[in-house]
């Protein structure tokens, strides 16, 4: 009777498998089928595949690659294994890096969150006319070229003929070297990427706040809650995912600064890291090593270094700030 049992179950997994493989080779068939009958279509989306697959999925790949070893763009490449992963543990300027990129995030990005939130709020208000106006102007330093925006900042930042410190001296305070000290070189590199990027967070918060159902304003108002109620009420625990957003956003961006540090403090060498390395970021880094001193093994291993940390942090962003279940 168990023999005959046994027996029977295995019949019945020999047919689940073969109808699994069945509906397999069905499902590839139609695959094909639908391949073969929108061959046009598929024919004028080819070129970005074709395109993606050279100038991304390529340099992706190679990069990993070559980040096992040593090479200087000419000549033959040297093996090292994970050397290169290995020498960023006691690396100083990319730990300095890392450093002033935690630095930079903490000074701007939550002051730029409030901010872009608080204006979102008042363009998503009724009672606010000309809302196009304001939102063209507050969104129009995102469309500006960087470079004319960090020389205008040099400009106002000039030591001896800075419009700040001309502003400062009228209360009998003394110039101030803004982009030539450490602390200062941070805050003004976040003043800059703040007004930049403003506008950017805004709109992407109005568009958050424009899907909330004004139903749920007006069943509050009905229940007797204020406008502060209903936003700590409604409106925050609503926005949380596109605050998740914006925030991930931002972490990646803090990590990718790149014009803003590399024109903001040019000085003729092309570093960008400003004084004793304080506006360094991991980016700004990633391109000296690279293209700089042509350590592309070594600048390869940065990449996906940043990758892991960027995706660790990720993570922990979505576990902190995620909706709970």
């Known amino acids: 009777m ?10 019945n997994l020999e047919e689940d498998v073969k109808l699994a493989k069945q509906g397999q080779r069905i499902k590839e068939e139609n695959l094909f089928k639908k391949i073969r009958k929108n061959k046009i279509p598929y024919l004028f989306i080819s070129p970005f595949f074709i395109l ?7 340099p992706t790949i190679y990069s990993f690659y070559l980040s096992f070893f040593k090479w200087s763009g000419a000549g033959p490449k040297a ?12 690396n100083r300027p990319f730990k300095q890096s890392l450093i002033n990129a935690v630095i930079l995030f903490f000074e701007y990005v ?3 969150t409030l901010l872009a939130l608080i204006l979102a709020s008042l363009l998503n208000s009724r009672y606010l006319r000309l809302q196009s106006v304001f939102r063209t102007f507050i969104f129009l330093p995102y469309v500006t070229a960087i470079i004319a925006v960090a020389y205008a900042f040099q400009l106002l930042l000039d030591k001896r003929f800075g419009m700040v410190n001309l ?5 009998g305070v003394e110039p101030t070297a803004w982009l030539n000290t450490p602390n200062l070189a941070r805050i003004c590199l976040s003043a800059l990427v703040t007004w930049r990027w403003l506008g950017y967070n805004m709109v992407l918060l109005l568009a958050g706040l424009q899907n909330i159902s004004p139903q749920l304003y007006e069943a509050a108002k009905i229940d007797g809650a204020t406008p502060t109620q209903s936003f700590f009420r409604i409106t925050l625990p609503l926005m949380k995912p596109m605050l998740l957003f914006c925030i991930l956003l931002s972490t990646i961006g803090t990590v990718s600064l790149f014009d803003e540090p590399f024109i903001l403090f040019d000085t003729g060498g092309g570093s960008g890291g400003g004084p004793r390395d304080a506006t360094l970021t991991p980016v700004l880094y990633l391109y000296n090593t690279a293209f700089r001193y042509l350590h592309f093994g070594s600048a390869s291993s940065i990449a996906y270094a940043l990758f892991i940390i960027l995706f660790l942090v990720g993570l922990f962003e ?8």
């Open 52 to 58: 993606f697959a050279i100038f991304m999925l390529y």
């Open 167 to 171: 502003f400062l001296s009228w209360f």
């Open 318 to 325: 979505i576990k902190v700030m995620g909706e709970k279940k």
């Open 110 to 112: 939550p002051a730029m």
């Open 79 to 90: 093996y090292v294994g994970l050397l290169n992963y290995t020498d960023l543990l006691t």
């Open 2 to 11: 168990l023999r005959k049992s046994f027996g029977l179950l295995r019949s």
